[in-house]
């Protein structure tokens, strides 16, 4: 039995592993150009472990192998709408 994948960290190291051979760099190249907020530093250091960012993981999985069907248990936690009214408040 495994334990749980609790937290977005977790889960970023446990999809990097299932995906880290086969992430090409171009993938990176072709989100940038695509217009994809985030910089080349910022997706190169996602896709080399140097980064933690489980959503730009997700992106760059998703676009550079989009035959990959990412596990429902390693995308990102959803941060309720509440917490946001919450913190604003």
């Not at 999809?15 to 150009?33: G, K, N, P």
């Amino acid at each position: 039995m495994h334990a749980s994948l609790s937290t977005d960290r977790m889960k970023y190291y446990h999809l990097l592993a299932l995906v880290c051979e086969d992430l090409a760099t171009a993938t990176i190249d072709a989100l940038v150009r695509g217009g994809h907020h985030a910089t080349t530093a910022q997706l190169t250091a996602v896709r080399q472990g140097r980064r933690i960012d489980l959503p730009l993981l997700v992106d760059l999985v998703q676009a550079g192998l989009p035959q990959f069907a990412i596990p429902a248990e390693l995308l990102p936690t959803a941060v309720p709408q509440t917490l946001f009214a919450e913190l604003a408040g």
